[in-house]
């Protein structure tokens, strides 16, 4: 299951996925309550331009979150594409447009489409939210074997702390990290994959 947001970038992923069954595009947005949110993204349109100097990885199409500060953090961190890109950065900033969805909780996408399987692997780039969704993880009947999220610079110190703690008090350990994701593990599931 794919979950994406916005419905430009899910219909993207309907065309790209259309001939592969077991891959599912799920239109929602997962945030910590249900309800409406306003949610923030680039113009596509201006994300297409947004790799300056490079690497050319169309990184600005990822960059939506329910939290308008993190995308211009975002912006921001990048300037290390070249001076036509730092001197377009209040462009980019100004491009950040909204809109209002509605928003459902990640045991709703669960219940929805059946997702329990022991099998289950979760994996959130939902920048700078992460800790809301994963809050969510003691309410779902059957808890992910593996989660993998960021921990990279759209979150602060304490932010990536308490994010680390909120795993481990809910029994999971963290296998491996770099400086933008970490996996973590239930004890069981590990075991299990190991024979």
């Given at each position: 299951y794919l979950i994406e947001a916005l419905k430009f970038?899910?219909?993207?992923?309907?065309?790209?996925?259309?001939?592969?069954?077991?891959?599912?595009?799920?239109?929602?947005?997962v945030g910590a309550a249900i309800g409406k949110a306003k949610f923030f993204y680039i113009d596509p349109d201006?994300?297409?331009?947004?790799?300056?100097?490079?690497?050319?990885?169309?990184?600005?199409?990822?960059?939506?979150?329910?939290?308008?500060?993190?995308?211009?953090?975002?912006?921001?961190?990048?300037?290390?594409r070249g001076e036509s890109?730092?001197?377009?950065?209040?462009?980019?900033?100004n491009s950040i447009k909204?809109?209002?969805?509605?928003?459902?909780?990640?045991?709703g996408i669960c219940e929805t489409y059946q997702i329990n399987s022991l099998d289950f692997f979760l994996v959130l780039d939902v920048?700078?939210?992460?800790?809301?969704?994963?809050?969510?993880?003691?309410?779902?009947?059957?808890?992910?074997?593996?989660?993998?999220?960021?921990?990279d610079q759209s979150a602060t110190d304490t932010d990536r702390a308490s994010l680390l703690e909120l795993m481990s008090s809910i029994g999971y350990v963290k296998l491996a990290s770099d400086t933008s994701d970490a996996i973590f593990c239930l004890p069981r599931s590990f075991s299990m994959s190991t024979r």
């Open positions: 970038y899910y219909d993207k992923l309907v065309n790209l996925y259309s001939d592969t069954p077991h891959i599912t595009p799920i239109n929602a947005l201006i994300a297409q331009e947004m790799d300056g100097d490079g690497p050319s990885n169309l990184w600005a199409h990822g960059q939506g979150s329910l939290l308008r500060e993190c995308i211009i953090k975002e912006i921001k961190s990048n300037s290390f890109y730092q001197g377009n950065i209040p462009r980019y900033i909204s809109v209002d969805l509605d928003m459902t909780s990640l045991l920048q700078g939210i992460e800790i809301l969704i994963l809050q969510q993880i003691p309410s779902l009947p059957v808890p992910p074997s593996f989660v993998m999220c960021e921990v």
